[in-house]
């Protein structure tokens, strides 16, 4: 089956713009997360969403960071007036547990953000 | 809080030989743990998980790793590597969240 999937594969933008980076989760996989790769602080997570619950954003680097998930599938990564730091692979997974029960995450390719 | 050691940075194996990447954690609650192999300019790919009983995992392209609580680690083995096998590897464990290591970049040489 189709795994995760992440849009667009690469963004470069200018400093101060704004940012959206979109994630397809597994079919029926009831948890997604994104985790942000970069060369100084290797793979960090960002946010966690289960099901109906609220979102666990504890790794938000910023308050120029939010995310939302529609319908319980679909997610956006946004990022506000962009710095250069933020340049990094924004990876999101996928998970058919959560909350106690821990399964294992599916990653897609990532998004590879540039920031001028 | 749960946090993950990768022991080694690089390792340069030659192609058909054995080879091991450490792993240590720190967990004070049940542990899930995790390996993951990354390819340049690819995501994350899942090699094996422990997440209870038999404490010999065996994953994907014949790699295996062994949960040792009394150690706390969580090693990475497999008896003959390929050239394919150069890639970047990362051991995590899960608190819902996973937790990385800084990752150990394998490089087989022919």
């Known amino acids: 089956g189709a795994g995760v999937s992440q849009s667009p594969s690469n963004k470069v933008t200018e400093k101060g713009k704004d940012v959206e980076l979109r994630c397809d989760p597994i079919?029926?996989?009831?948890?997604l997360y994104w985790y942000r790769q970069s060369l100084g602080q290797g793979l960090e997570f960002l946010i966690y969403?289960?099901?109906?619950?609220?979102?666990?954003k504890s790794g938000l680097p910023s308050d120029r960071f939010s995310a939302e998930r529609t319908g319980g599938s679909v997610s956006t990564l946004t990022i506000q007036r962009t710095q250069q730091e933020d340049s990094a692979v924004y990876l999101c997974?996928?998970?058919?547990?959560?909350?106690?029960?821990?399964?294992?995450?599916?990653f897609g390719p990532g998004t590879r953000l540039t920031v001028l | 809080a749960q946090s993950v050691t990768q022991l080694d940075s690089q390792v340069p194996v030659f192609e058909e030989a054995p080879v091991e990447l450490r792993c240590n954690y720190s967990?004070?609650?049940?542990?899930?743990l995790f390996w993951y192999v990354q390819y340049p300019n690819q995501g994350l790919q899942l090699l094996l998980k422990?997440?209870?009983?038999?404490?010999l995992v065996k994953g994907i392209n014949g790699f295996e790793a062994e949960f040792n609580k009394s150690q706390t680690s969580f090693h990475l083995r497999k008896p003959s590597v390929h050239i394919s096998d150069t890639a970047e590897y990362f051991c995590?464990?899960?608190?819902?969240?996973?937790?990385f290591g800084q990752g150990t970049e394998l490089s087989v040489k022919p």
């Open positions: 995590a464990v899960s608190d819902g969240k996973l937790i």
């Open positions: 079919s029926g996989h009831t948890a």
């Open positions: 422990y997440l209870s009983g038999s404490t």
């Open positions: 967990s004070s609650v049940s542990v899930y």
């Open positions: 969403f289960q099901g109906n619950s609220a979102p666990d």
């Open positions: 997974a996928s998970s058919s547990g959560g909350g106690s029960q821990v399964r294992a995450q599916y």
